[in-house]
């Protein structure tokens, strides 16, 4: 008996023997009149034991039994499961192993069976909060998360490209085998046609998205105004199709993102381990049919307004052309072009005024094509044949006596002076006298 029944007690003796009255009681327990009345009957019948409550010390009729707690523990300390938290733990039972435990039930669990340990998180910087665009597509996070998605299953690493929308934070990414332009041009063309052209991207400062301003180390640029530079291929992409590109000036700025990536290598990489991901098609699979589902479906939120800000294609725009890497050449008198040291012939049907030595735009388009654009129209080219290379003979370590060159005479290439140190010359004697009567 725990003493908040035995101060009941107290009061239902004085009851009893009418010290007080049964509403005075009641107002003194908390309880209504009617409740009194019943206990004071209890107390004629069971004595003391009115006041403790009849399943005290009783197992309970919803208690799991003792074979299902071992089943669970059994499970869960597999490989497969290691690192898994209650809440994730819980999904993986009722899901592959039909065993339905409360969070709470199963951290117990887990915890007495030493395969959890809750950690409290500390904060280390406070930043300031700036709340979610009112309308999806508004602004939309963009990143990329090198990580061990596959915790060493396989021989590629992979990278997780990943959108996030700011209003709603729905999600959509690919993994790729590395984390380039035409990898980057890729997803956001799936994006864009999976949800439309939304009104910004914002990302952080990569040399993706900016051009760098080179600088000497010892330079401290302080008073030096910067120098606007060209776009990169993304940017000028983004600019094509009229989407607005910010720069974040910290990762706290698109904490957004970033905490999705926490998220995804802790939930995501478990999930592949568990289906036994090994490779990037299968990476993919998985994250398109599995994981992203269920983000899009427990951690979206309804934005502020239900107007979409998401444009639709037109045909002003084209993708192909847009993201694809676009270089400048110069056409040759012969009306050919050079690309990557091949050249390329233009179409004879095709040549007007003004195309000599004018400059074209090139476009490398992510399915391995080119496109040449004069103007407004494109101008069908043809690859021309590479002119055969002319062998260098490499002469051998000993040459044949008739191909050696003849010796270079002293009297050089005249040979005046040819025979001169045969001749005999004559005394000194006599030089002088010839040297006499010449002066």
Known sequence: MTQADRDRLVTLRKAKKK??????AAEELGLSTRQVKRLLKELKKRGDKAVVHGL???PSQRRIADKTKEKALKILAMDVYQGFGPTLAGEYLAKKHGITVS??????????GGLWKGERRRVAEVHTWRPRRSRCGALVQWDTSDHDWLEGRGTEKLYLISMIDDATSRAYGRFVRSDSTEENMRVLWGYVELYGLPMAFYTDKASLFRTSEKRRRDEPGVDKDPVEMPPTQIGRALQELDIIWIAAHSPQAKGRIERSFETSQDRLVKGMRVAGVKSLAQA???LENEFLPWWNQTLVVEPATAEDAHRKLSKRYDLAASLSCVET???KPDYT???DRRRYQIERKCICAGLRSAQVRVEKRLDGSIAV???DRYLPVTLCAQAPKQATAIPSKQTPATQRKAPKSAA???GWMNGFWEKRGPKLSKAIEISNATS
């Open 56 to 58: 005290r010390g009783k």
């Open 373 to 375: 654009r004069f103007r």
């Open 337 to 339: 072009i050079q690309i």
């Open 103 to 112: 969070r709470e039930t199963l951290r117990k669990w887990m915890q007495a």
């Open 412 to 414: 050089g290439n005249n």
């Open 284 to 286: 993919n699979q998985y």
């Open 329 to 331: 050449r110069q056409v």
């Open 19 to 24: 010290l007080i009255t049964q509403r005075e």
